[in-house]
């Protein structure tokens, strides 16, 4: 069982459309990212969360660390939010990653 | 502008022999990670190092090497005994290994024909 559980594996939206990628772990952790991979492999990173919620334009991350949860939501999504999105978490000294979560938004 | 450069972006190499992926950051981090991704998989840690002349294994670190001379460099060699070598590559770094954005290279393709 992968120690990072990403829902859903595959997502397909229209335009506009509010989105909410979920994320679920099994241990108590330092920090979560939420990563976004893009079709040509590379990978930028877009929140580190200890706690609470993060907002970045069009996108907010929200963590509980007492339910082990995370959830990462797209506001008025576009076609170039398609993407795979993954979500890892720190412990220590090591970084666990989920399989992704493959958004299409479609226009 | 700062960040990281991995190369090449596509290699093929055949059964048998070595290759070697270059890893360069100018973000003046001290640690640096190699990840391989297969399909549908999350990330797999390689090999990760926290400071120069020192690495570790990780969980997948059987059939490939590493050196960490300079700072900015963290070269990854997949050798002829690794057995399924086909596969995307990322490099990384941060600051250090807890609490730090992390910052990925574009990745490299490995394709053994």
């Known amino acids: 069982k992968n120690e990072v559980e990403q829902s859903p594996q595959n997502l397909t939206a229209q335009e506009g459309e509010f989105i909410t990628i979920n994320c679920s772990y099994s241990?108590?952790?330092?920090?979560l990212h939420w990563l976004q991979q893009h079709p040509g492999g590379g990978i930028v990173s877009l929140f580190m969360?200890?706690?609470g919620k993060k907002k970045h334009g069009r996108l907010i991350a929200t963590i509980n660390i007492q339910e082990k949860h995370s959830s990462l939501h797209i506001t008025a999504s576009h076609p170039r939010d398609s993407a795979v999105y993954i979500c890892?978490?720190?412990?220590?000294?090591?970084?666990?990653f989920g399989a992704g979560t493959r958004l299409t938004v479609k226009p | 502008d700062g960040g990281i450069t991995q190369s090449p972006k596509y290699l093929f190499r055949k059964e048998g022999q070595n290759v070697t992926l270059s890893c360069e950051q100018n973000?003046?981090?001290?640690?640096m990670y190699w990840y391989r991704q297969d399909p549908g998989q999350g990330l797999r840690l390689i090999y990760y190092?926290?400071?120069?002349?020192?690495?570790q294994k990780g969980d997948i670190a059987e059939g490939y090497s590493v050196s960490r001379e300079k700072k900015e460099s963290f070269p990854l060699t997949v050798t002829s005994a690794q057995k399924n070598p086909t596969a995307f590559y990322l490099c990384?770094?941060?600051?250090?290994?807890?609490?730090?954005?992390?910052?990925f290279g574009e990745g490299s393709w490995l394709t053994v024909v």
């Open positions: 241990v108590g952790i330092s920090a």
């Open positions: 973000l003046n981090h001290d640690a």
């Open positions: 969360l200890s706690s």
């Open positions: 890892a978490y720190v412990k220590n000294n090591d970084m666990r």
């Open positions: 990384a770094s941060n600051m250090d290994r807890v609490g730090n954005t992390i910052y």
């Open positions: 190092s926290q400071i120069v002349n020192d690495f």
